[in-house]
């Protein structure tokens, strides 16, 4: 199974950008990797998903460098209201396994 | 509302017993997956049924179980419950049959959960 580690927590201020950094070293060929959002008392919710380089939507971007070693989850112009905790989450092809990373709870400040 | 429903909301039961999670996947989602959410372990990926039929398993303890019906609905199975089982079990659903193929796209929806305290 892929081991897929996050910083615990970070601060941040509204309307900056937070950056928060998945490592999965054991990563096949064909695994991707999603990011999903989590308030208290409700089930996460996705953010976005990648499988290489960089992947964009309306709230966040995912950046994946070649080795595929890590991925970074890009925030940008935070609010209040994204005071959450934040799962990357391994998906691997052999076996159709999933990995949640142990979360990285995101505090943003006025 | 994610779509996906999960009964009961909260259950308190005693150790050594044993109780069913109902979960109802979104409308033409065929794909059913289970977690579950401690504080000390995170969320963890339990198994996965697809149509019906078992797709993938996780750290899934031998004394819990799962199954899905014909009309997709899925139970989860806990017996024989201890005290480190109190959690937080989440349903997700989702359209995709296997996810991590390079042309594939996998988004879960997740239900809001069954709390689980065992006394």
């Known amino acids: 199974l892929a081991k897929t580690t996050q910083p615990i927590s970070m601060d941040s201020y509204e309307g900056q950008e937070v950056n928060i950094t998945c490592s999965h070293n054991?990563?096949?060929?064909?695994?991707?990797i999603t990011w999903y959002q989590q308030f208290p008392s409700q089930g996460p919710r996705f953010i976005i998903q990648g499988y290489k380089t960089k992947v964009t939507n309306e709230v966040a971007s995912l950046f994946i460098p070649a080795d595929r070693k890590s991925s970074t989850l890009s925030l940008p112009r935070v609010s209040l209201s994204d005071t959450a905790v934040y799962y990357c989450l391994v998906e691997q092809a052999a076996g159709n396994k999933l990995t949640f990373g142990g979360g990285t709870r995101v505090l943003v400040k006025p | 509302d994610s779509g996906v429903t999960q009964t009961p909301k909260h259950l308190i039961t005693a150790t050594g017993q044993r109780v069913t999670l109902r979960c109802s996947p979104r409308s033409g989602d065929l794909s059913v997956y289970w977690y579950q959410q401690s504080l000390d372990q995170g969320l963890q990926f339990l198994i996965q049924?697809?149509?019906?039929?078992?797709?993938a398993k996780g750290n899934i303890l031998e004394r819990f179980s799962a199954q899905q019906f014909p009309d997709l609905h899925s139970e989860l199975n806990l017996s024989s419950l201890e005290l480190g089982d109190s959690a937080l079990y989440f349903c997700?659903?989702?359209?995709?049959?296997?996810?991590?193929?390079?042309?594939?796209?996998?988004?879960?929806?997740f239900g809001p959960g069954t709390r689980l305290t065992v006394l």
């Open positions: 054991n990563i096949a060929t064909n695994d991707y």
């Open positions: 049924y697809y149509n019906g039929e078992e797709r």
């Open positions: 997700a659903s989702s359209s995709l049959v296997a996810s991590g193929t390079p042309s594939s796209y996998n988004e879960q929806f």
